[in-house]
């Protein structure tokens, strides 16, 4: 009966851990009896097994052919002796001879013991393989444990987790037995270890950790539109209220910043700019320049999505950042190209246009610098077009009369 014990000692403990089926277990159990009985006599015999499941009984049966000329006493059996087993054989019937599974329950047990224990670890790597892919795109925590090469290893409590070299912050030092913050990146089993690849540089950290610290956010009354990052320098955040009472970028920074700065902090010290969306392209391109405060927005072109934006000469630095990286996470962020002048930059370059179209109709033959200036004013500085131009079409310019407009025109002509 010790064996019998043993092998339902093994099957109570595995009837709790709920991740593995019963049958399965009698099973295992079954198959390492059949094993063990081979072991004895040989491969090549034909052995059946079973456990009841109630007291733990085992049975094993060698089924043997009934033949007329023995070849193989492993697999067959003569007549006579299968008639001994039982009454109503013949050639070529099946006979199952009980076994005595004292010999080698033993050691199906512990066979059994080591299948069972190496199921469970599977069980339960496959368990928490499907508990953390459910976690892909969410916060964990954990503790640095290890350092391998430039990857840091994170214990999460249950399992283990990677933050490659390529998904940590360059500015961000870690180090062992410290605690850390990472979005679950990926779950693979080809990964080695437990497959479980985090990030600090993904925007979703960034957007989890406003979800955590902005009640409107995780209610969705405000919502993220739009994240830029450069990991460990400046964040840009655009975000739209869908309740007109709610500011979106205040209830996003707190009062006095009470709720930007834990993320801030936890970002060891990222730079984040929140920019409220607008559908006007004039409007959110201005806001995200924030900072800093521009003067004026033109599109240039709304097909190819270019805008010129002017600033004052002290904000210029300020506006493209250092190495552009301000009027580039910008430009991502609204999906313009974004030009930004200063004031001065600006009327320079009016003022050089200006310039160049005075030193074109300068080109003409006997027009005033008074009359230079009119057409220059209104426009009128492609000497082509002057060439084609009616006399009704320039009497419309402020000081030009009849023989004024036929000398433009004129002039036009011979400098063609």
Same mark, same amino acid.
């Given at each position: 009966?010790?064996?019998?014990?043993?092998?339902?000692?093994?099957?109570?403990?595995?009837?709790?851990?709920?991740?593995?089926?019963?049958?399965?277990?009698?099973?295992?159990?079954?198959?390492?009896?059949?094993?063990?009985?081979?072991?004895?006599?040989?491969?090549?015999?034909?052995?059946?097994?079973?456990?009841?499941?109630?007291?733990?009984?085992?049975?094993?049966?060698?089924?043997?052919?009934?033949?007329?000329?023995?070849?193989?006493?492993?697999?067959?059996?003569?007549?006579?002796?299968?008639?001994?087993?039982?009454?109503?054989?013949?050639?070529?019937?099946?006979?199952?001879?009980?076994?005595?599974?004292?010999?080698?329950?033993?050691?199906?047990?512990?066979?059994?013991?080591?299948?069972?224990?190496?199921?469970?670890?599977?069980?339960?790597?496959?368990?928490?393989?499907?508990?953390?892919?459910?976690?892909?795109?969410?916060?964990?925590?954990?503790?640095?444990?290890?350092?391998?090469?430039?990857?840091?290893?994170?214990?999460?409590?249950?399992?283990?987790?990677?933050?490659?070299?390529?998904?940590?912050?360059?500015?961000?030092?870690?180090?062992?037995?410290?605690?850390?913050?990472?979005?679950?990146?990926?779950?693979?089993?080809?990964?080695?270890?437990?497959?479980?690849?985090? #990030?600090? =540089?993904? $925007? +979703?950290? @960034? %957007?989890?950790?406003?979800?955590?610290?902005?009640?409107?956010?995780? /209610?969705? &009354? !405000?919502?993220?539109?739009?994240?830029?990052?450069?990991?460990?320098?400046?964040?840009?955040?655009?975000?739209?209220?869908?309740?007109?009472?709610?500011?979106?970028?205040?209830?996003?920074?707190?009062?006095?910043?009470?709720?930007?700065?834990?993320?801030?902090?936890?970002?060891?010290?990222?730079?984040?700019?929140?920019?409220?969306?607008?559908?006007?392209?004039?409007?959110?391109?201005?806001? #995200?320049? =924030?900072? $800093? +405060?521009? @003067? %004026?927005?033109?599109?240039?072109?709304?097909?190819?999505?270019?805008? /010129?934006? &002017? !600033?004052?000469?002290?904000?210029?630095?300020?506006?493209?950042?250092?190495?552009?990286?301000?009027?580039?996470?910008?430009?991502?962020?609204?999906?313009?190209?974004?030009?930004?002048?200063?004031?001065?930059?600006?009327?320079?370059?009016?003022?050089?246009?200006?310039?160049?179209?005075?030193?074109?109709?300068?080109?003409?033959?006997?027009?005033?610098?008074?009359?230079?200036?009119?057409?220059?004013?209104?426009?009128?500085?492609?000497?082509?077009?002057?060439?084609?131009?009616?006399?009704?079409?320039?009497?419309?310019?402020?000081?030009?009369?009849?023989?004024?407009?036929?000398?433009?025109?004129?002039?036009?002509?011979?400098?063609?």
């Amino acid at each position: 009966m010790g064996e019998k014990t043993e092998l339902l000692l093994a099957l109570e403990q595995i009837e709790k851990d709920k991740k593995i089926k019963k049958e399965d277990i009698l099973t295992v159990i079954e198959n390492a009896l059949v094993s063990a009985y081979k072991k004895h006599v040989g491969k090549n015999v034909n052995v059946e097994a079973s456990v009841n499941p109630e007291t733990g009984e085992m049975a094993a049966n060698v089924v043997k052919i009934v033949a007329k000329d023995v070849e193989n006493s492993l697999v067959e059996i003569s007549l006579q002796d299968a008639k001994k087993i039982s009454g109503s054989v013949e050639i070529g019937s099946e006979v199952r001879i009980p076994l005595d599974t004292q010999h080698f329950s033993r050691i199906a047990a512990q066979t059994a013991k080591q299948v069972i224990v190496q199921k469970i670890r599977e069980s339960e790597k496959n368990f928490l393989f499907d508990e953390m892919k459910g976690k892909i795109g969410q916060i964990v925590s954990g503790v640095i444990y290890r350092a391998l090469k430039k990857n840091l290893i994170v214990d999460l409590g249950k399992t283990e987790a990677i933050i490659p070299d390529s998904e940590q912050v360059l500015k961000e030092k870690f180090s062992v037995g410290q605690h850390i913050k990472a979005i679950v990146l990926k779950v693979d089993k080809n990964i080695k270890g437990s497959g479980v690849v985090l #990030s600090r =540089s993904s $925007v +979703k950290l @960034v %957007s989890r950790l406003f979800e955590l610290e902005v009640p409107e956010i995780y /209610e969705k &009354i !405000v919502e993220i539109v739009n994240i830029e990052r450069e990991p460990g320098v400046r964040t840009k955040v655009a975000v739209i209220s869908h309740n007109p009472k709610v500011d979106p970028v205040g209830a996003c920074v707190g009062i006095k910043g009470a709720r930007v700065k834990p993320i801030i902090d936890e970002l060891r010290g990222e730079k984040i700019d929140l920019v409220s969306f607008s559908n006007d392209p004039v409007k959110y391109i201005a806001a #995200s320049l =924030s900072p $800093v +405060k521009v @003067v %004026s927005v033109a599109i240039i072109s709304a097909d190819n999505k270019q805008a /010129e934006v &002017i !600033v004052s000469d002290d904000m210029l630095s300020l506006a493209i950042g250092k190495n552009g990286q301000n009027v580039r996470l910008a430009a991502k962020l609204t999906g313009w190209h974004i030009d930004v002048k200063s004031e001065s930059q600006k009327k320079q370059e009016s003022q050089t246009k200006v310039e160049n179209k005075i030193q074109t109709l300068e080109k003409l033959e006997g027009l005033s610098e008074k009359v230079i200036q009119v057409l220059v004013n209104a426009g009128f500085t492609d000497i082509e077009k002057l060439s084609s131009f009616t006399v009704k079409d320039l009497t419309t310019l402020p000081g030009i009369g009849q023989k004024t407009a036929d000398k433009i025109i004129e002039a036009a002509k011979r400098a063609l």
